[in-house]
């Protein structure tokens, strides 16, 4: 008999020990004892069960060995603080908190982040970034404060406009009148915060801003800087290069009377975004003869309309009476160009008309396109004269011969410098010259235009006015507060005239539904650059 319980005992030892316990014949007191440490053993089990593994296999163990009430309680509680208190990872964990739907990859970044650097030493690199700018500025011929007007301010993405709201109250009460600059530090280039900061500073504050990546902040790169200091400078309404021969005054026809250069654009929202407006924009010359500065007016027309429809519109102002107003385009595809000549061409007659009635300037109307399949190469490659250091054609190439147009006038252009793939030259189509270019003037004005792009000291690929259109189109997407219903489409809205002055125009086209009108632009940011 002894035999055969020591064998079951032994098989029984494949099981848990507080098992083969309990099943065993136990007094009373001995029996309750086992029950106090089962219930011991479970509760640690469900309090451990937040933990990590290897933190559950310790509490497990210390219930196995036959761990008191005491020694329970202090390995569930005590002793997770114990640990954190000695790594110092309180930041850590929150981080990971709050980083919980993030990916491994950006957990990571985040944790590394909010451990490895204080926030001492970051507010030390951001004073150090505002001061190397500002010598930066000076420098390149601004006159630019070496202290801020105002200490720097942190605030939440969700916080943006109290804070901007703050700062220009603030600067207001101890400058008595508007601030200069706002210098923005924001973490990283995606989510809506750069276009709520833009949509606040310029339709509701009247603030010129500019922004920066604080990951180019902490690098303190001085190529950076000085790329900062050109946008700047044209914000606040300087100029970076000017033509020798606007100067000179040896532009034909451009320099021999006073001449304007429109530049327009048409912005298209994503493919699926069926209720969203186009945005129109253009932009105009305001500093005969050098043409540098271009003011710039921008509006919001029916879904993937691409010929601006509010080209001339007559408005009715409660105290000024009919105010005249207008657009002129210069980019639309090759199917509209019939369309171009009698339609907007015909807008920009009214609208000269409309400021007197002898009023007829000779217009010059040309599209350039970018988004073609020809490319131009040289006919001997290894001839280094022939090309750049990329193996491209070199910049200032024109070809109006061969392959284009046999009787319209059309070239094309390859005024920037190739500097990786293989450059794709611009094709320039004159629909209607009332000025008499002839081809090698226009080509001339147009290269040389090339050069004159503020947000670079190198040529561009197309004329600036169309480039500076196309900037401001997609600025001006920034400006509509989408509200979404249920199916998340955009709800409708009646829409409203705009004002001449505010620098919009009105959005309802005849036959079409109606179009939310954008904001209206402060004066100061209208009449300049601030969509470089």
């Not at 507010?123 to 700018?133: A, D, G, S, T």
């Not at 949509?199 to 303190?220: D, F, N």
């Not at 226009?442 to 000291?457: D, E, F, H, I, S």
């Amino acid at each position: 008999m002894r035999d055969l319980a020591e064998e079951e005992a032994n098989g029984r030892k494949k099981g848990s020990r507080w098992r083969s316990e309990v099943e065993q014949p136990q007094t009373g007191a001995e029996e309750a004892h086992v029950r106090e440490k089962v219930s011991l053993t479970v509760a640690s089990s469900l309090v451990a069960s937040d933990h990590t593994g290897k933190e559950r296999r310790r509490l497990s163990e210390v219930g196995r060995q036959g761990g008191s009430s005491e020694e329970v309680e202090w390995a569930t509680t005590k002793w997770p603080k114990k640990r954190t208190e000695g790594r110092k990872l309180p930041p850590k964990h929150a981080s990971s908190l709050i980083a919980s739907d993030q990916t491994g990859k950006e957990r990571r970044r985040l944790e590394r982040s909010r451990t490895t650097v204080k926030e001492p030493e970051r507010e030390r690199e951001r004073e150090i970034f505002c001061e190397e700018l500002a010598v930066m500025c000076r420098t390149s011929g601004m006159e630019f404060a070496s202290e801020p007007i105002l200490p720097p301010m942190f605030a939440w993405p969700d916080q943006v406009k109290g804070a901007l709201t703050a700062r220009h109250h603030d600067a207001m009460s101890i400058m008595h009148k508007e601030l200069d600059l706002l210098i923005a530090i924001l973490p990283d280039i995606n989510g809506p915060l750069y276009g709520d900061l833009k949509r606040i500073c310029e339709t509701e504050l009247g603030l010129v801003s500019q922004c920066c990546l604080a990951k180019h902040v902490y690098k303190l790169n001085r190529q950076y800087l000085a790329n900062v200091a050109l946008k700047i400078n044209v914000k606040v309404g300087g100029r970076n290069t000017v033509l020798a021969d606007a100067i000179s005054r040896r532009i034909p026809l451009v320099s021999d009377k006073p001449t304007i250069i429109f530049g327009a654009d048409v912005t298209h929202p994503h493919p699926g975004e069926n209720s969203k407006p186009s945005i129109a924009a253009v932009v105009a010359s305001q500093d005969w003869p050098e043409i540098t500065k271009y003011a710039w007016l921008v509006c919001a027309q029916t879904h993937r309309q691409e010929l601006i429809q509010d080209l001339f519109k007559i408005e009715q102002d409660p105290k000024r009476g009919s105010i005249p107003g207008g657009m002129i385009r210069d980019g639309v595809s090759e199917g509209q160009f019939y369309q171009v000549l009698l339609y907007e061409l015909d807008a920009i007659r009214k609208a000269c008309a409309s400021l007197e009635s002898e009023y007829l300037p000779p217009v010059t109307f040309v599209v350039v396109q970018k988004r073609h399949h020809t490319r131009l190469f040289a006919n001997n490659h290894n001839d280094q004269r022939s090309v750049d250091r990329s193996g491209n054609i070199l910049p200032g190439t024109v070809v109006d011969s061969k392959i284009c147009h046999p009787t319209e006038f059309d070239f094309y252009l390859c005024s920037h410098a190739g500097i990786q793939g293989t450059s794709r030259p611009a094709h320039y189509h004159v629909l209607w010259d009332e000025n008499k270019f002839s081809a090698d003037a226009l080509q001339m004005l147009t290269n040389n235009l090339c050069y004159t792009y503020a947000r670079c000291t190198r040529s561009v690929s197309i004329v600036p006015p169309a480039y500076y259109a196309h900037l401001a189109a997609f600025r001006a997407r920034f400006y509509m507060e989408t509200e979404t219903s249920d199916s998340g489409s955009m709800a409708s809205a009646a829409a409203g005239q705009a004002s001449a002055a505010s620098g919009f125009r009105s959005d309802q086209a005849p036959g079409s539904s109606a179009v939310r009108p954008l904001p209206a632009l402060k004066d100061n940011i209208k009449q300049g650059m601030v969509y470089c």
